[in-house]
Nanobody, 118 residues
Framework: QVQLVESGGGLVQPGGSLRLSCVAS????????VYWYRQAPGKERELVAG????????NYADSVKGRFTISRDNGKKTVYLQMNSLQPEDTAVYYC???????????WGQGTQVTVSS
C-alpha cells in the first residue's frame, strides 16, 4: 500500500522559513517524480514544485521561484520543500503527490497546514 506522509507545517511570521518533508512507503520511490501542491481556502489545488526521480531536474510555480527549493533523498524515501521568505499568500494546506504512469495511479498525502501570519 502506497503511503505519503507530510510533516513540517506550522505557523510562521511573514519572512520566515519552514521545511516540509514527505516520506513515502510501499513504493519504489526512486523511480518516480514527486510533486508538492497546495490548496488555499476557497481556491483550487495548485502545483508548487516538482522534482524528477534522480533529483537533478526541478520545476516551480512562478509564485514561488527563488523562494522555495524542492529536493529529495532517495535513500530515505523523502522529498523536501524548503520554503523561505514566506508570505501570507503562501498560507495553504501543502500536499505531496506522486504518480505511477504504468497503472495510471495517483497518490496523495494527507496534507500539512502552513499558515503565514503576524
Amino acid at each position: 500500500q502506497v503511503q505519503l506522509v507530510e510533516s513540517g507545517g506550522g505557523l510562521v511570521q511573514p519572512g520566515g522559513s519552514l521545511r516540509l518533508s514527505c516520506v513515502a512507503s510501499g513504493i519504489t520511490f526512486s523511480i518516480y517524480a514527486v510533486y508538492w501542491y497546495r490548496q488555499a481556502p476557497g481556491k483550487e489545488r495548485e502545483l508548487v514544485a516538482g522534482v524528477n526521480r534522480a533529483g537533478g531536474s526541478t520545476n516551480y510555480a512562478d509564485s514561488v521561484k527563488g523562494r522555495f527549493t524542492i529536493s529529495r533523498d532517495n535513500g530515505k524515501k523523502t522529498v523536501y520543500l524548503q520554503m523561505n521568505s514566506l508570505q501570507p499568500e503562501d498560507t495553504a494546506v501543502y500536499y505531496c503527490n506522486t504518480r505511477i504512469p504504468a497503472t495510471n495511479s495517483n497518490y496523495w498525502g494527507q496534507g500539512t497546514q502552513v499558515t503565514v501570519s503576524s
